[in-house]
């Protein structure tokens, strides 16, 4: 039985994880989120009502699940209480069943506005980030300066700290990047309401983590982003600060690899990315237009329109080594439909090595061309179908191809936005 499932991203994020995390903690189950923050935008869809969640775990709309913000994750008090009250509005009540760890760190104010800052500053080079303040919050985890959410429970020591921490940074925005200054006293007013809503919901989230294993509870970890915008394995500079590859799932929970009993990649049948940075089979014509049009493929976060292309099964196999997979979650299948042909890039020419996803460690990626297997359209709709019998030939020749190349089994294939737009291939839960 696969108790303890990781459901992580295998491109540039928005693979649709928090739609299959949704349909995977139906029973029971505790639902993890380990790193990133509310740069995340994950969309559930249940009877046509569309939820975004940024940093609550996706699992959370299921009335009998138990959510955890774990330590990996930076936490900004006023996103968790903006979306606690927004579920709320929606009938979804986190009281008892949220829980978020003290050794989060936190991001407040002064990390939005550097990360604002600094964006501007690179002009032209900028790394198109969601303004969320997460690479400074993660900058001060490893310089060892970051107040975290533990520390709210401390006004005395809290507002002391804030006072020099804003200091440090105010020297920066004013006198380095000609911004505006922040006052700590407003950042501490702000959060003092909020710390008596979230009081009770810090804990030692490994320690609940450790006992759910113990009971024998199924324990969904959600991941945010994807592969390729990790911070070690990703496009550098163009990454995130955090690692959504699969250490992070350890380093962000505490729970060891022995815990682990499936990992499952999630992988839109074609290929996204929000912000800049290398995209070998990015497209610029008419299919761009198909897949932004058919797949609504705007940023859940910032609203900005996605780059997208073809499905790069090149760097999907590196994906499936980095992150260990046991099995691939293709998603999106349905925005296929109509396409007279559809290609998956599986090499790339011109690569001067013997490792063809070196680019992404080189900067070398302008020299890379993609190059294509092309194969059938179908005409079918595949929208909403739940038995893979029912697909068309050639979706199912197509999802055959995929399992080929990665040599990982799909385990689901997701056809459409809505929570029952699925079809499991095998049960996840049940399977030996
Ligand atoms: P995440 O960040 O990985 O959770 O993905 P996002 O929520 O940012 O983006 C995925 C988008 O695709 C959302 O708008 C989902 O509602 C939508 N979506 C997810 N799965 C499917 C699918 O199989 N078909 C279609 N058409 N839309 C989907
Ligand atoms: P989910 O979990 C897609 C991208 C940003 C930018 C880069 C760095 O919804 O898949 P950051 O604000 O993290 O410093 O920005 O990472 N990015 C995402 N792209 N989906 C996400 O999350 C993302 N989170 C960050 O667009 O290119
Ligand atoms: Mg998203």
Redesign the pocket.
């Known amino acids: 039985m696969k108790k303890n499932i990781v459901i992580l ?1 295998t491109q540039w ?9 949704d349909c995977l903690t139906s029973d029971g189950s505790y639902v993890v989120r380990y790193q990133g923050g509310h740069n ?6 249940v009877n046509e009502k ?1 939820i ?1 969640l940024h940093l609550v775990p ?1 699992g959370l709309l299921h009335n009998n699940v138990t959510g955890i913000i774990a330590n990996g994750v930076v936490v900004s008090p006023l996103e968790l209480i903006k979306e606690i009250k927004m579920l709320e509005e929606n009938n979804v009540f986190t009281r008892k069943r949220l829980f978020i760890s003290n050794s989060a760190p936190l991001i407040l104010q002064y990390h939005i506005e550097m990360d604002i800052a600094r964006e501007k500053r690179l002009g032209i080079n900028l790394l198109g980030t969601t303004g969320r303040g997460i690479g400074p919050a993660y900058e001060d985890k490893i310089a060892r300066r970051a107040l975290r959410v533990g520390d709210l429970k401390n006004e005395k020591v809290l507002s002391s700290r804030l006072e020099k921490i804003v200091e440090y940074y105010n020297h920066q925005l004013v006198s380095f990047y000609k911004h505006k200054s922040i006052d700590y006293k407003i950042i501490l007013k702000d959060l003092l309401p909020i710390i008596d809503i979230i009081h009770d919901m810090i804990q030692d989230t490994t320690y609940i983590l450790h006992n759910a294993i113990k009971d024998n509870k199924k324990i969904i970890f959600e991941g ?3 592969t390729f915008l990790d911070i070690d394995h990703g496009s550098y500079p163009y990454v995130t600060s955090s690692n959504s590859t699969i250490g992070g799932v350890m380093t962000g929970t505490g729970i060891g690899p022995k815990n682990l009993d499936y990992i499952i990649g ?1 992988t ?2 074609y290929s996204t990315r929000v912000g800049y940075g290398p995209f070998p089979t990015e497209l610029f014509d008419d299919i761009d237009k198909h897949f932004f049009k ?8 910032t609203g900005r329109k996605r780059r997208t292309g073809w499905l790069d099964a090149v760097s999907l196999c590196r994906a499936v080594k980095i992150n260990s997979l046991s099995s691939l979650c293709i ?5 296929l439909d109509g396409l007279k042909e559809i290609k998956i890039c599986t090499s790339y020419q011109n690569s001067q090595t013997l490792n063809p996803t070196s680019f992404l460690e080189n900067n070398d990626w302008d020299s890379i061309k993609p190059v294509y297997e092309t194969y059938p359209g179908w005409t079918k709709k595949t ?1 909403g179908i739940n038995k893979i019998k029912d697909l068309p030939y050639e979706a199912r020749n197509y999802i055959n191809r995929i399992e080929e190349i990665t040599q990982v089994p799909i385990d689901i ?5 809505d929570r029952s ?2 079809i499991l291939v095998r049960d996840l839960f049940y399977m030996k």
């Open positions: 991203g994020g928005d693979e649709g994880k928090g739609k299959i995390v995340a935008g994950h969309t559930l869809v569309k975004i996706s945010a982003q994807g999630v839109k049948a058919k797949g609504h493929e705007f940023g859940s976060t998603t999106k299948l349905d925005v929208l294939i997701s056809t459409g936005p737009d699925i």
